[in-house]
């Protein structure tokens, strides 16, 4: 399932046909996607300017200027790719080349930019739902999520705080939405390798007694920003369905130091170790048991 980076790409791709935009026409092709639509969910968006769009966590969200917000879900293999006139000139010319089967295109909004943006979504576990935006504190998709990593509240001591008392493991506790929104198992692994500490070690331990946030804190929300800042300048990790709006594929995946490298050689300088893999909550953990304590 896409990240934050690869959200944080797929915004950035579309904000400049979206952003300012005003939508002349919805089409949803099916009654649903993962949940059905709202009865009124093409009438509520036509003709509606797209004031801004923004990220919450790996939510997607377009600011309505009539007091909506449209929520968008990727889910497992969802994707959007912009269609300019230019290309609709081009008989036969797509340039998003991951999926050719038309029949998974569900959602296309025409864009007064001249663009058409369409959602395609071959296993519909992606989403979206209309919110009036002064309800978005109670929507249960959005409530009790935790701050943006890359957000000015995301420090040490509020990271030590949350996990003060947690008896869960720091990767538990990375992946849990209410403590931190947006990170996901790719980037929680290659965070914590870069801050030297074991996906196994008690979350509590960012914490000192005196409940300040001890050294491991501060280098893993180090590790956790250059993670993400780094790979949402690489377009994000494709795997096998991320790819930008504009069909290029993310390049982050070149980068990855322990995630899916089973039996490699440690990267750090000087361990020597060898990268190992082990399931941990349902998911693959990759780490270096020499070097991460």
């Known amino acids: 399932m896409p990240e934050l980076p690869e959200v944080e790409t797929v915004r950035r791709g579309l904000q400049p046909s979206m952003e300012g935009a005003k939508i002349l026409k919805a089409e949803a092709r099916r009654k649903d996607l993962r949940f059905p639509f709202q009865k009124d969910f093409v009438a509520r968006l036509e003709g509606q300017t797209v004031a801004g769009l923004g990220r919450r966590a790996k939510y997607l969200m377009a600011d309505l200027t009539s007091g909506d917000v449209l929520l968008m879900h990727l889910g497992m293999s969802g994707s959007f790719r ?55 504190e109670d929507e ?57 500490l074991s996906p196994r070690r008690l979350a509590a331990t960012l914490a000192t007694k005196k409940g300040e946030p001890a050294e491991y804190a501060r280098r893993l929300v180090t590790a956790i920003h250059d993670i993400l800042n780094q790979a949402i300048k690489a377009g994000g990790s494709s795997l096998r369905d991320h790819r930008q709006t504009n069909g290029e594929l993310g390049y982050f995946q070149h980068s990855f130091r322990v995630y899916d490298r089973e039996g490699e050689k440690c990267p750090a300088p000087g361990c020597g170790g060898t990268i190992k893999r082990f399931t941990q909550n349902g998911r693959s953990t990759f780490w270096c048991p020499k070097c991460q304590k």
């Open 82 to 136: 912009v269609l300019k006139d230019d290309d609709r000139n081009a008989p036969g010319h797509f340039h998003y080349e991951r999926n050719q089967d038309r029949a998974h295109d569900h959602v296309i909004f025409h864009m007064s930019s001249g663009a058409a943006i369409i959602f395609n979504d071959p296993r519909r576990f992606g989403y979206m739902k209309i919110i009036p935006r002064n309800a978005l």
């Open 140 to 196: 249960p998709l959005l409530k009790g999520l935790g701050p943006e990593p890359l957000g000015n509240e995301f420090d040490a001591a509020m990271l030590a705080r949350s996990c003060a008392n947690k008896k869960t493991s720091l990767k538990a506790a990375l992946l849990d939405q209410r403590v931190v929104a947006g990170l996901g198992n790719i980037y929680v692994c290659e965070a914590l390798f870069r801050a030297r």
